[in-house]
């Protein structure tokens, strides 16, 4: 292993020859042989080691003997302990997702501290095979078969093209010491139960599994960088970025490519829609939209638009007989209570429905303007009967993304302006009025 080794580092990994760079080091068989093999090739290296502190005197001696490897070989330690339980209890995710973030985010800040280019990590084929399996059962796309990266920022895996065997008769022969982490031989974990259950039936079913594996993911890495062009060819042509940063996909265009599923799937692979659903809205009712955690697909006339979901801001303001002025985000509402005997010159010419002008007579004070919800109804003015307000933001031609934030204004129950588009016909002016309340605005 020692030749195939030297040979890959040379030809895959020169630059670790003459940059800083630490190894991630728990103790264990892997990360330990990985050390052994650098030094080796004469590779100067750092260690790092994170204590999760999950297996009590246990994790403590892990330490202890990494402590002892750095003062053999005059390495630098660094190390880092964590209340790893705790901190998975406080976030409510797996301890084992715990782990892996600190483990990660605890490489990134040594490497910064201390000037580092690389952290090694000791996966091996093994690791990508058991990750294979695991993103395959999940329903990943081309991008989870590829498996673990050899090259992620800082992180390096030069044992990826190694397999467990090879590593195992290295350690022998080599007569290497290394602490045995006793949550491995548990099967409650999936790696664990692919890793002791499933794999060595594979091994013996298809006996060069591993050698073949090796060859297939090259072929798939291949493949996912034809797609990878091949998408940011369409993305040039079918898709636009807003200047609010919304991601607008042609419809017509998507459904004009030999596989439209293909192509939004990895168009919208990072946000995890549910795919079937995305797919749906290619022929959906306008404004139709889905959620996936902070993001919101939604069909817009000819096109799909991808947009964060912003909190709705709740608005709910009384306006007095005496209010002159309601701010609002980014413009006001500026208002008059005329008195008048020519109540016909205030609606000629026609309101613009930048503006409302009502009848004050038998208004329900306070009025109130707030948020439009589902199922609001007004009587438009000059139509007959009443229409929902989601029809009217329709009809108006608003964008789905913009009708969240219409207002309406209300006295009682009534509803007596879509802010900004249409006017109800309750309180309209008549050659008898009075009292007239004019309300504007200034967007």
């Given amino acids: 292993m020692l030749a195939a080794f030297k040979k890959h580092i040379s030809s895959h990994f020169p630059e670790l020859f003459s940059v800083p760079i630490a190894i991630a080091i728990s103790g264990g068989k892997d990360s330990t042989v990985l050390a052994h093999l650098l030094q080796h090739v004469d590779i100067k290296y ?3 080691h994170c204590n999760f502190k999950l297996r009590g005197a246990e994790s403590d001696a892990d330490q202890v003997f990494v402590e002892n490897l750095a003062k053999k070989w005059g390495c630098h330690l660094y190390i880092e302990s964590f209340e790893t339980e705790k901190i998975a209890k406080s976030k409510g995710i797996s301890i084992q997702m715990a782990a892996r973030e600190l483990r990660y985010q605890a490489f990134e800040d040594i490497a910064a501290r201390h000037h580092l280019q690389h952290v090694l990590v000791a996966h091996h084929l093994d690791d ?4 294979f399996l695991i993103n395959l059962g999940r329903g990943a796309g081309l991008h989870g078969l590829t498996g673990i990266r050899e090259r992620n920022g800082i992180i390096a895996r030069p044992l990826l093209v190694f397999n467990s065997s090879q590593i195992s008769d290295f350690a022998v022969e080599n007569k290497i010491d290394w602490r045995e982490d006793s949550s491995n031989s548990k099967t409650k974990y999936v790696r664990n139960q692919l890793r002791h259950q499933v794999i060595p039936l594979l091994d013996v079913a298809l006996p060069h599994l591993k050698d073949n594996f090796s060859n297939t993911l090259q072929y798939l890495k291949g493949a996912e960088l034809l797609v990878e062009v091949e998408v940011a060819r369409f993305r040039e042509s079918g898709t636009t970025t807003t200047l609010q940063g919304n991601l ?6 998507i459904k004009a490519t030999a596989q439209p599923e293909a192509y939004l799937f990895e168009l919208l692979k990072e946000h995890h829609f549910n795919l079937p659903d995305a797919l749906g809205l290619l ?4 404004g139709k939209s889905i959620l996936s955690g902070s993001k919101r697909l939604t069909k817009d006339r000819k096109q799909l638009v991808l947009s964060t979901v912003a909190d709705r801001n709740p608005i709910y303001m009384e306006i ?3 209010t002159e002025r309601v701010p609002l985000d980014g413009y006001q509402l500026e208002i008059k ?3 008048t005997k020519d109540p016909m010159k205030h609606i000629t010419p026609a309101v613009p429905s930048s503006k409302v002008v009502l009848d004050a007579t038998g208004l329900e004070y306070p009025l109130v303007l707030r948020n439009w919800q589902h199922g609001d109804r007004m009587h438009p003015f000059g139509m007959k009967g009443s229409k929902l307000i989601s029809d009217l933001l329709t009809d108006c031609k608003i964008p789905s993304l ?6 309406v204004l209300t006295s009682g129950s009534t509803i007596l302006w879509l802010v900004g588009f249409r006017a109800s016909q309750h309180h309209k002016i008549t050659s008898s009025t009075t009292s007239i309340i004019e309300i504007s605005s200034d967007l």
């Fill in 128 to 131: 990508q095979l058991e990750t």
């Fill in 248 to 253: 607008e996909i042609s419809i017509e265009k």
């Fill in 320 to 322: 007095h007989p005496s």
């Fill in 283 to 286: 022929d959906a009712a306008n």
């Fill in 402 to 407: 913009e009708r969240e934030k219409a207002l």
């Fill in 46 to 48: 750092d260690l790092i």
């Fill in 337 to 339: 209570n005329i008195r």
